[in-house]
């Protein structure tokens, strides 16, 4: 299948190879939770916590360990009430926003802020499907803004 906005086709992803644990990681996997929890308390996104992980922590990957951050941080109460990925795209929406007030006549900026509110709607969509969101919630620029800030 093609790309929605690109007309090219391609790969869906890359994969990390099949292997199951790591053989020099000395964490057992209740000290990993707590590092986890521990640093989504400082205000780290998951994406941010897996690389603490790796980096610091020499723990390649948590699903090695069979578990997931976000999985981690929801059992713990310290998940942020919206997903990550939606967080982010706002973010994004937010800064083209910021853009465009400086720089009215940027068009491809945009196509592509009306392409990344589209798609923060269409994953709200989804989430309020699936309960992870409430159903009156909505997006607004302004509230964004001020979400976001």
Known sequence: MARMYSRRKGKSGSRKPLKKGAAWVKQKPADIEK???ELAKKGKSSAEIGLVLRDSHGIPGVRLQNMRVARVMKKHDVYS????????LIRKAVDLRTHMDKNKK???SKRGLALTESKIRRLSKFYKREGTIPRDWSYDPE???LLVK
Request: glycine share 0%; charged share 35%; proline share 6%.
């Open 35 to 37: 590092t986890v929890v």
């Open 81 to 88: 009430k919206l997903p990550e990925d939606m967080f982010n």
């Open 106 to 108: 940027d068009y491809t």
């Open 143 to 145: 509230k964004a803004r």
